[in-house]
Structure formats: structure tokens, C-alpha cells
Nanobody, 125 residues
């Protein structure tokens, strides 16, 4: 069983940056493929970014997010990060960290085996 705990969310003004963290436990972190998703109010959960256990990354093919978000991991700290720059009100969402044991289509919710509870990011205009 893998436990994931997100942190770093909050209320921030538009144009600022924020880094979310997700601490994992229960399994060797370096064996996990990790992803970030978000769920805006009243909308479905959507893929944001992915980083494999080898460090390969993939980002949402979204004009609204492209170039502003960056995922990274620190295996020594069992933590994955999501750096978000130039935040916009439309980035307001509950941000989830997820872990996958295997390989597959990393943009899909179903690919992931474990989920955190989420951390809320609210961007004011």
C-alpha cells in the first residue's frame, strides 16, 4: 500500500508561482511512476504532468498549462513536486498526486493505483 500526502496549496494572486509537494510512503519511491492531476470546481479530474521512475516526463497537451508547469522528483526525499508559474484564476483546482506501479497511458486516471487526498490551489484575479 502506498500513502501519498500533498502539500503546498493555498490562496495566491494571479501571476505568482507555487510549488506543490507530494510525499510518498509504503513502497520504495524510486520504483513508482508519479503523476499530478487537478480537478477544477464542477469539472472532471484532468491530467497535468507525469514523471516516470527513470525521470522521463510528460505534460498535458493543453495550451492553458503548456510551459508553466514543471514536474520533478527527489528519490532521496520520497517526494514529487509540481512547480507552477504565472498562475491564472483558471488554475484554481484541487490538485492530486498519484502513483502507478506499472507502465501505460500515463494521462489516464485509470493508469494510477494510488491517490492522495489533494491540496487546494485558489488563484485570485
Amino acid at each position: 500500500q502506498v500513502q501519498l500526502v500533498e502539500s503546498g496549496g493555498g490562496l495566491v494572486p494571479a501571476g505568482t508561482s507555487l510549488t506543490l509537494s507530494c510525499a510518498a510512503s509504503g513502497r520504495t519511491f524510486s520504483s513508482l511512476n508519479m503523476g499530478w492531476f487537478r480537478q477544477p470546481p464542477g469539472k472532471e479530474r484532468e491530467f497535468v504532468a507525469y514523471i516516470s521512475r527513470s525521470g522521463r516526463t510528460n505534460y498535458a497537451d493543453s495550451d492553458s498549462m503548456k510551459g508553466r508547469f514543471s514536474i520533478s522528483r527527489d528519490n532521496a526525499k520520497d517526494t514529487v513536486y509540481l512547480q507552477m508559474n504565472n498562475l491564472k484564476p483558471e488554475d484554481t483546482a484541487l490538485y492530486y498526486c498519484a502513483a502507478a506501479l506499472g507502465l501505460g497511458t500515463n494521462t489516464l486516471v485509470a493508469f494510477y493505483d494510488y491517490w492522495g487526498q489533494g491540496t487546494l490551489v485558489t488563484v485570485s484575479s
